[in-house]
């Protein structure tokens, strides 16, 4: 009885990270450029108490075992990388990226990050930037006599001086990795290259299967408020059937207790 117990709290605690996966995505529901997880699990070792195919008498094969199973675990998160939807803000510096592809972002140390979160600034040298002060790849600088800067669909960036004149002053490459559900997820919508993701490869906007940028869009976060609050009840429930499990097992141990009184 006592395999029961710790099998149904496995559950029990699967279902807690669930809904804590689950609580995560409801929170960044507007959070730019954001990517739903879900949470994948694994069975755990069964206790085997005979095998299948064991000869049960002379010349006569058990066509099944018999195993009892330990409970669960959480194996991995997993990121849903399918595009949320784009939002028309009007802002110049304010790109999306329809397709796949990921913004390159220079950390102080020189390491590089990668981002949907295409809401860039201008920092005190004019420099473009994430909101939090971090250097878009390329070192791309607005000059102070620019009245307008328009983004092409190839990351081509062009400074418009007030005479109609055009200036460029860089492109916005983008980056893509053989499995980007591998990226570690580092805060601030930034993500960072490990050995699961592989090796990042760099590109051209709209060019060999990278995605086009659209100017004055934002990709919004692809959680979707219906599903999550679906799978939230599901996890709910899991975790009180697991639950009542021990409530059964409780109740059978106390009969048992009982006759021997």
């Not at 279902?15 to 689950?22: A, G, R």
């Not at 709209?206 to 939230?232: A, I, P």
């Not at 709910?236 to 639950?243: V, W």
């Amino acid at each position: 009885m006592l395999r029961a117990f710790s099998t149904a709290a496995t559950g029990m605690a699967g279902q807690q990270m669930t809904v804590d996966v689950i609580a995560n995505n409801l929170a960044n529901i507007n959070t730019t450029g954001f990517k739903r997880s879900q949470v994948d699990f694994q069975d755990l070792m069964y206790h085997q108490l005979a095998k299948a195919g064991a000869e049960t008498v002379s010349g006569i094969l058990a066509p099944t075992g018999f195993e009892i199973g330990s409970g669960v675990r959480p194996a991995s998160t997993t990121k849903v990388f399918t595009p949320g939807e784009l939002e028309n803000t009007g802002r110049d510096l304010d790109v999306a990226i329809s397709g796949d592809g990921f913004f390159q972002i220079t950390m102080p140390d020189g390491t590089l990050r990668y981002t949907r979160d295409g809401s860039f600034k201008l920092d005190a040298t004019r420099r473009l930037v994430t909101s939090q002060g971090f250097l878009l790849s390329g070192g791309i600088t607005v000059p102070q006599d620019a009245v307008k800067v328009s983004v092409g669909s190839d990351g081509t960036v062009t400074a418009h001086k007030a005479d109609g004149t055009g200036t460029n002053i860089g492109t916005i490459n983008l980056a893509r990795f053989p499995n980007s559900s591998g990226l570690s997820s580092e805060g601030d919508n930034l993500l960072s290259e490990t050995e699961g993701s592989g090796a990042a490869i760099t590109g051209t906007a709209g060019r060999d299967g990278f995605g086009s940028l659209q100017q004055g869009l934002l990709e919004r976060s692809n959680v979707q408020m219906v599903t999550e609050l679906v799978n939230l009840i599901k996890a709910q429930r899991a975790y009180e059937i697991n639950s009542r499990a021990i409530r059964a097992g409780d109740d059978m141990l106390n009969t048992a207790n009982r006759l021997i009184q």
